[in-house]
């Protein structure tokens, strides 16, 4: 016989999922994982997840703070975002979307990919293909999409090594390049 364990956040998480009419084979893509896993978490008496990234990726989808579930065991190395993320979070304020509304937008394979980047996991993409879609999402105009496009660009190209204020001129030039090219 079972014995209940940690209602507390199997509870949170089943109410999230009947709120926003969400299935759960939906949500396991979402945070990836298998639907079995979904079920593992809302069976009230197997104990929920300690696993850092799956209960992230859990709060990010439920738009709250890992901290809200008493597994989650906050990581010696914080995890940073930067100012373009919380530029999009937002926008979706703004919008009035969801995290959920908002990753339904998504094709099912890149849900996961745009977690990940909501919780600081991953930067905002360099591809102006996959940016657009975001930006579109969001409703932003061309100059805000290449504005995040151009500060990712300056973090990609100070990553690899490049010092910004002494190649400004190099730089300026590419990106007049790029500003050209995308019509902005």
């Not at 089943?14 to 298998?34: C, R």
């Not at 977690?115 to 591809?127: E, F, K, N, S």
Request: aromatic share 8%; glycine share 2%; proline share 4%.
């Amino acid at each position: 016989m079972k014995t209940k364990t940690t209602e507390k956040s199997s509870k949170k998480l089943i109410d999230f999922l009947e709120k926003n009419s969400l299935h759960k084979k939906d949500f396991a893509q979402m945070i990836g994982v298998t639907l079995s896993y979904v079920y593992n978490l809302i069976d009230d008496t197997i104990p929920f997840s300690t696993r850092s990234t799956t209960l992230e990726r859990i709060a990010t989808v439920m738009d709250i703070s890992p901290e809200e579930f008493e597994e989650y065991k906050i990581p010696q190395e914080p995890i940073l975002q930067d100012e373009s993320i919380i530029f999009i979070k937002k926008m979706m304020k703004k919008n009035k979307m969801s995290v959920v509304n908002f990753l339904k937008t998504f094709p099912r394979k890149n849900r996961l990919y745009i977690v990940d980047i909501l919780r600081g996991a991953y930067p905002l993409p360099i591809d102006m293909k996959e940016l657009s879609m975001i930006g579109e999402t969001l409703h932003l105009d061309k100059n805000d999409i290449y504005n995040l496009w151009e500060e990712r660009m300056k973090q990609v190209l100070e990553a690899n090594g490049m010092n910004i204020n002494a190649n400004i001129a190099l730089v300026n030039a590419m990106l007049e390049c790029a500003r050209k090219y995308i019509d902005v």
